[in-house]
C-alpha cells in the first residue's frame, strides 16, 4: 500500500480544479476580444482596400481594352494576316477579315473585362455597371462596323452607300487625331478614372494622408 497523499498535495488540486475553469474562461473572452477587434478592423479597412483594389482592376481593364480596340482597328496589317487556313488549304481574306481574327485573339480580356462588371456594381452601384455598358457598345459598334464593311467589300454601291463606308473606314481606321469615336471612348474612360480617384480620396480620408 502506498502511505496517503498529503494534504497540500490535496489542496493544491483543489485549487487548480477552481482556477482552471477561471483560466479557461479567460482565454476565451480574450480570444472573442481578439475576434471582435480582428472583424472591426476589417470592417473599417478592409472593405476600403477592396473597394479601392476593384475599381483599380476596373480602370486596368478599361485601358487594355482601349489598347486592344487600338490593336484591332490598326490600320497596317501584316501580310501574314491575309491568309488562313480553311479545310486544310491556306486562302487569303480581306484586311476587315483579319481586323476580326484580331478582334477573336482578345476576347479572353473582353469576356474578363464583362466579367469584371458584376464586382464593379456590387461596390459602386447599379449605376455605376453603365461605365461598363458605354464601352460594351462602343466595342460592339467597331465590330458590326467592321463587319458591315466585309459584307460589302466588292459589292457595286451608289454615292450615298459609298459615302457612308467611306465614314466608317474614317472611324475604324485609327489616326493620331481624335475621331468621333475616340473622344467618346475617351469619355468613357473618364467616369471610370473619377471612380477609381473618388475610391484613392476615400482611402485617403480614412488613413488621414492628404
Not at 457598345?137 to 459609298?162: F, Y
Amino acid at each position: 500500500m502506498q502511505p496517503p497523499a498529503p494534504d497540500w498535495i490535496a489542496t493544491i488540486k483543489d485549487v487548480v480544479g477552481i482556477i482552471a475553469p477561471i483560466v479557461t474562461a479567460i482565454i476565451a473572452g480574450w480570444g472573442l476580444w481578439i475576434a471582435r477587434a480582428g472583424l472591426k478592423k476589417w470592417q473599417t479597412e478592409e472593405p476600403g482596400k477592396r473597394k479601392l483594389a476593384v475599381a483599380e482592376e476596373a480602370l486596368r481593364l478599361t485601358y487594355a481594352v482601349q489598347q486592344a480596340l487600338f490593336y484591332v482597328r490598326g490600320q497596317h496589317i501584316d501580310a501574314s494576316e491575309l491568309v488562313t487556313e480553311r479545310g486544310g488549304l491556306v486562302v487569303e481574306i480581306s484586311g476587315h477579315e483579319a481586323r476580326l481574327n484580331r478582334y477573336a485573339s482578345q476576347i479572353d480580356l473582353f469576356k474578363q473585362f464583362r466579367d469584371h462588371r458584376a464586382l464593379y456594381g456590387v461596390y459602386f452601384g447599379r449605376e455605376a455597371m453603365s461605365h461598363f455598358d458605354e464601352i460594351f457598345r462602343l466595342v460592339n459598334e467597331i465590330i458590326i462596323d467592321i463587319e458591315d464593311l466585309r459584307d460589302n467589300d466588292g459589292r457595286p454601291t451608289g454615292p450615298e452607300e459609298r459615302d457612308r463606308l467611306n465614314k466608317i473606314r474614317q472611324k475604324i481606321n485609327y489616326r493620331s487625331e481624335k475621331e468621333d469615336f475616340d473622344r467618346r471612348f475617351d469619355c468613357a474612360i473618364a467616369k471610370m478614372q473619377g471612380t477609381f480617384e473618388q475610391a484613392v480620396s476615400g482611402e485617403r480620408r480614412k488613413r488621414g494622408v492628404q
